[in-house]
């Protein structure tokens, strides 16, 4: 058993209905400084491509644009989907993130597409071939970030990744899957599982795994693990669940495939479901980390002693992004984060 010790954020600058996609972005930044005064200890930001959901596609970016409105939290990618890029380009792009906001940055890694397999195909011709390469990449990413050499006869051996500094990017390896986390393991790297992506299914085995089959490194001694889950605080139970109302309906859809901008709880409450999908929706708000403040973070706390992990992300969509805010706000005070 774990003690929780950080609370931090994720972010998917999710597309709302009746809002304009580049306004999800902006609120991606400002909710960053609203979560700073907060006191959470990280805040990271996805990569997905070609989602009509989700339309936070350049994480690098927004890390910068985070950066210059922040002076505390940490700053990370949720992750960077690796095999769409070289390495060495990665290396280079958050080595400059590093400069811009010194020993802030974290470099979450995912080996997903984040994407279907055409936009995969668009973003690298290699899209087949590169995923067999990642922990090849993470190896030579780890190097060049900490300006480290690279394994002997390596052909770029004598390339370095400017600018450089006394601090560096903290290496995380995120996923969803047994694979992420012996990945992580090999390389004693800091892991966490997504457990919102999979409802929890195969999460206490991948953090159990990483956890056996750690090797220490000289920066993290230890293993250190997360979980990311997503939770909704209100004042009341009946505030929560009505604002739940507008994910519980993008997640039945989007499990249909169906991609759409997230709608407003009434809307999502008038939808015709099948009496298949009223059932679902009923599980989801059961399952679902919903409530008030100290009712979200008692559940969060249980999961963490449960699974054994030392720190949880929460992500949060909502179609008003005030009372998304707020959730941020009530879990902070039910975690006491700033005592």
Sequence with gaps: MSQLTRLSVLDQSIAVAGRPQDQSIRNTVALAKHCETLGYQRFWVSEHHNHPTIVGTAPEIVIAAIAATTER????????????????????????????????????????????????FALNPAANERPEHFPSDVRDLIAWVHNEPLVERHPFAAVKAFPQGATAPEVWILGSSDYGAQVAALFGLPYCYAWFFSDGAGGKRAIDLYQRTYRPSAR????????????????????????FTSRALSRINRDKGILVPLEAPDVAAAAPL????????????????????????ARIRDLAAEVGVQEMAVVTWTHDEEVRRESYTQLARAFDLKG
């Design 73 to 120: 939290i940490r700053i990370g990618s949720a992750g960077i989907m690796l095999p769409h890029y070289a390495p060495f380009k990665v290396a280079e792009v958050f080595r400059v993130l590093d400069a811009l906001a010194p020993g802030r940055i974290d470099m979450g890694l995912g080996r997903a597409p984040g994407s279907d397999g055409r936009t995969a």
């Design 274 to 297: 099948t009496v298949h999908e009223q059932a679902r929706m009923e599980q989801f708000r059961k399952d679902s980390f919903v409530g008030t403040g100290p009712e979200v973070a």
């Design 220 to 243: 993290h001694p230890e293993p250190h693990a997360g979980l990311c889950v997503w939770a909704l605080a209100a004042e009341t139970m009946e505030q929560a669940q009505y604002h």
